[in-house]
């Protein structure tokens, strides 16, 4: 009699079903991480609109105090103090307002340490510095601490104006009173966000990337003053440097808005320039035609 062969199936786990199963661990790793990290992208989103939300309640309670907005620059004896200074005080900050000189340049003596101090309302979580700041390495000229935001101060170059924004420069006249926006404070950008993103603003004479020079102590163009002027939300310097004091973040969606009315909203990179420039001014009377 025959002995019959018994054929036994192996227990083991073969290449293919070993491949299957990585590949499946993959995939659910990689929409496990895009989830992980889109919800710390809206946690970061969400603090800074509240930054934004904090300075637009600072410059109401300065309107209400004084009487109007601070200027988007203060010249007195060539200082450029920023409206970001002015609001110190209703940041929680009144000390070290109260330690500036504001008879004296920002650029000098105490003015310089005091400008170089970091506070976190003005910091965006998202944004990236892809240097050190203050540095003074490369021979720039003054930096301060870093920022992430600028008062609004129209939609037409801030060289050449009109400066028709929310904000105004001292050498411009009067400053300007919440009570008197026209096109209404719902519909005109207060402040917004202004990043280091700009891949190919270099230092002088170097290809190490500089970004930006946002600082919330100087009030200049490009440092704490910006426009809805030039390409609005770009990583890149074009051949007017308009970007340069256009807003723009590190959002991957569009740029983080605070309103006269204190409202924040996000506006998305592809929002329309006409609807742009329009909530850029306070008094242009154009019409909007969209929700921003």
Request: with cysteine; hydrophobic share 40%; proline share 6%.
């Given at each position: 009699?025959?002995a019959r062969?018994?054929?036994?199936?192996?227990?083991?786990?073969?290449?293919?079903?070993?491949?299957?199963?990585?590949?499946?661990?993959?995939?659910l790793?990689?929409?496990l991480?895009?989830?992980?990290?889109?919800?710390?992208?809206?946690?970061r989103?969400?603090q800074?609109q509240?930054?934004?939300?904090?300075?637009?309640?600072?410059?109401?309670?300065?309107?209400?105090?004084q009487g109007?907005?601070?200027?988007?620059?203060?010249?007195w004896?060539?200082s450029?103090?920023?409206?970001?200074?002015?609001?110190?005080?209703?940041?929680?900050?009144?000390?070290?307002?109260a330690?500036?000189d504001?008879?004296?340049?920002?650029?000098?003596?105490?003015?310089?340490?005091?400008?170089?101090?970091?506070?976190?309302?003005?910091l965006?979580?998202?944004?990236?510095l892809?240097?050190?700041?203050?540095d003074?390495?490369?021979?720039a000229?003054f930096?301060?601490?870093?920022?992430?935001?600028?008062?609004?101060v129209?939609?037409?170059?801030?060289?050449?104006?009109?400066?028709?924004?929310?904000?105004?420069?001292?050498?411009?006249?009067?400053?300007t009173?919440?009570?008197?926006f026209?096109?209404?404070?719902?519909?005109?950008?207060?402040?917004?966000?202004?990043?280091?993103?700009?891949?190919?603003?270099?230092?002088?004479?170097?290809?190490?990337i500089?970004?930006?020079?946002?600082q919330?102590?100087?009030?200049?163009?490009?440092?704490?003053?910006?426009?809805?002027?030039?390409?609005f939300?770009?990583d890149?310097?074009?051949?007017?440097?308009?970007e340069?004091?256009?807003?723009?973040?590190d959002?991957p969606?569009g740029?983080?808005?605070?309103?006269?009315?204190?409202?924040?909203?996000?506006?998305?990179?592809?929002?329309?320039?006409?609807?742009?420039?329009?909530?850029?001014?306070?008094?242009?009377?154009?019409?909007?035609?969209?929700?921003?």
């Open positions: 009699m025959l062969k018994v054929f036994c199936r192996p227990t083991g786990v073969t290449l293919v079903e070993l491949l299957v199963v990585i590949a499946i661990v993959g995939t790793m990689g929409l991480l895009a989830g992980v990290q889109a919800a710390r992208e809206a946690a989103r969400t800074c509240n930054n934004l939300r904090q300075i637009a309640l600072a410059a109401h309670m300065h309107n209400d105090a109007h907005l601070p200027y988007a620059s203060f010249r004896r060539e450029f103090h920023s409206a970001f200074t002015f609001l110190l005080p209703y940041l929680e900050h009144k000390n070290l307002f330690q500036f504001l008879q004296q340049s920002v650029l000098v003596g105490t003015n310089n340490q005091l400008a170089k101090t970091p506070l976190e309302v003005f965006c979580p998202t944004m990236d892809p240097r050190v700041v203050p003074r390495t490369h021979g000229s930096e301060g601490a870093p920022s992430s935001y600028a008062v609004c129209g939609n037409a170059n801030p060289w050449r104006g009109p400066r028709n924004g929310a904000f105004i420069f001292s050498t411009d006249g009067m400053p009173t919440l009570g008197r026209p096109d209404g404070t719902s519909q005109t950008i207060l402040a917004g966000e202004l990043d280091y993103g700009l891949r190919n603003y270099y230092f002088r004479g170097t290809q190490d500089r970004g930006g020079v946002t919330w102590a100087i009030g200049y163009p490009g440092f704490s003053v910006a426009t809805t002027y030039g390409p939300n770009r890149r310097l074009g051949g007017t440097f308009a340069f004091y256009t807003f723009r973040s959002h969606t740029v983080n808005i605070a309103f006269a009315d204190a409202s924040v909203r996000m506006l998305a990179t592809a929002t329309d320039r006409a609807v742009l420039l329009a909530l850029g001014s306070r008094n242009g009377g154009e019409p909007v035609g969209q929700e921003p």
